[in-house]
């Protein structure tokens, strides 16, 4: 029939394929490769050390590089890069569009953290421990389904937000020497899935303030509850620890 005699051969149909799946691969590597390579320009890379040598070599596969996590597709999932990056935190990561988890740890990191970042619909990890990154912090988590929020030690503003208790997702979260002040927002104990929770200082300087709520109790899953160097009155569940 027509439609028979319009049919590729087994053999080529399977050539074909082939080729369009090794073209995708080349293809989001290369764009993967392009967006790290940029990354790694943008905050003084040369100074992270011999270990990330592949970072400015965009021909390796990216899949190979220190501190990068792939799926089984090859896309990138994970960074963890603990070297001193030293730069505004660059807009580019936001194009890695299968981000699940970063980690990006140094006092050199600065600026605030991007929007574009938050296009990733699958981040559950973000950490920025250590870093310069500066206020405000953008409402914009709560567009992801964060599991894990460590900020400590950066400065990312002066009271804990309101909003925060919409990330209803977060399981472990850390704002240890943030030098957060004022009291925690009653919304705060919205987050029922929290297993851990960071909020001391390391000074006496800035302290959170007032008294825990009763809403407390309804952070059933709550595991370890930490608020050294603060003042906060008011009884914490002896199962908290």
Request: aromatic fraction near 6%; charged fraction near 15%; glycine fraction near 8%.
């Amino acid at each position: 029939s027509r439609h028979d005699n319009m049919a590729l051969p087994v053999g080529r149909a399977s050539c074909l394929l082939l080729v369009l799946n090794v073209y995708l691969f080349t293809s989001v590597h290369c764009d993967e490769a392009s967006v790290l390579n940029s990354f790694y320009r943008a905050l003084n890379g040369p100074a992270w050390g011999a270990e990330y040598t592949f970072w400015s070599n965009q021909a390796s596969p990216v899949c190979q590089w220190t501190g990068v996590t792939c799926d089984g597709d090859g896309k990138v999932v994970g960074l963890d890069i603990d070297a001193p990056m030293a730069g505004s935190f660059p807009n580019d990561l936001g194009d890695l569009g299968t981000l699940v988890s970063l980690r990006l740890s140094s006092p050199l990191l600065i600026g605030t953290i991007p929007s574009d970042l938050f296009r990733n619909p699958d981040l559950t990890t973000l950490n920025l421990s250590r870093s310069s990154v500066i206020s405000p912090l953008p409402d914009l988590l709560t567009t992801v389904p964060l599991q894990r929020l460590d900020l400590s030690e950066t400065h990312i503003g002066e009271s804990i937000p309101d909003w925060l208790g919409l990330i209803t997702t977060l399981e472990h979260l850390s704002l240890r020497g943030t030098r957060m002040e004022g009291t925690i927002p009653e919304s705060f104990y919205d987050l029922i899935n929290l297993l851990s929770v960071d909020l001391s200082n390391m000074t006496s300087s800035s302290q959170l303030t007032g008294t825990l709520s009763p809403s407390i109790t309804n952070m059933r899953s709550l595991q370890t509850w930490r608020s050294q160097l603060n003042q906060l009155t008011g009884s914490i569940p002896a199962e908290f620890g």
